[in-house]
Antibody, heavy 119, light 109 residues
């Protein structure tokens, strides 16, 4: 059973960098699939942030590309998100998920973690 | 940027059929996927590749595609189906960019 678990600070100050990690169990990241981040502001819809392959190839939402970095650590079977220069608009529940490669759908999701941007 | 358009809300009585649409210019060339999200929970995939149903998803959930519109159909709606539903696709072939629709709140009256 594939399981994903997000972790990281629940509170980030404006202008600082948001950092989250997604630990994967039940499947080796190196075996394939893409791995990605999605966020959901309170009361709003889902927004894809970006995706990464175990080789390190990355794909980012053009609207966030200048502030986003996604990396992978295959030795720890986890991948990470960094979002710089955050504002209150970045307050959201952040989900990590596994992505089917050929057709780009999200088949396994983490439970999500709320990150609030506030001073 | 590429967009997928869904109605904000759909209401249906128990036992009736609910249809939720999703429109996008690239849908004739890209598969669509549907997720169900209940309050406080992560989304769950209910339809993939336009009309395929993952294991464990009830048969009352089905999907179809016609031109630039895909439709999620829930037959014999039950109270437990009340949730937000999101369509998702890719913006165009080769970019590996995922796009979500704005979501539809299904209310079971």
């Amino acid at each position: 059973q594939v399981q994903l678990q997000e972790s990281g600070p629940g509170l980030v100050k404006p202008s600082e960098t948001l950092s989250l990690t997604c630990a994967v169990s039940g499947y080796s990241i190196s075996s394939g699939y893409y791995w990605g981040w999605i966020r959901q502001p309170p009361g709003k819809g889902l927004e894809w942030i970006g995706s990464i392959y175990h080789s390190g190839s990355t794909y980012y939402n053009p609207s966030l590309k200048s502030r986003v970095t996604i990396s992978v650590d295959t030795s720890k079977n986890q991948f990470s998100l960094k979002l710089s220069s955050v504002t209150a608009a970045d307050t959201a529940v952040y989900y990590c998920a596994r992505i089917e490669m050929a057709t780009l759908y999200f088949d396994y999701w983490g439970q999500g973690t709320l990150v609030t941007v506030s001073s | 940027s590429y967009e997928l358009t869904q109605p904000p809300s759909v209401s249906v009585s128990p036992g009736q059929t609910a249809r939720i649409t999703c429109s996008g210019d690239a849908l004739p060339k890209q598969y669509a996927y549907w997720y169900q999200q209940k309050p406080g929970q992560a989304p769950v995939l209910v339809i993939y590749k336009d009309s395929e149903r993952p294991s464990g998803i009830p048969e009352r959930f089905s999907g179809s595609s016609s031109g630039t519109t895909v439709t999620l159909t829930i037959s014999g709606v039950q109270a437990e189906d009340e949730a937000d539903y999101y369509c998702q696709s890719a913006d165009s072939s080769g970019t590996y960019h995922a796009v979500f629709g704005g979501g539809t709140q299904l209310t079971v009256l």
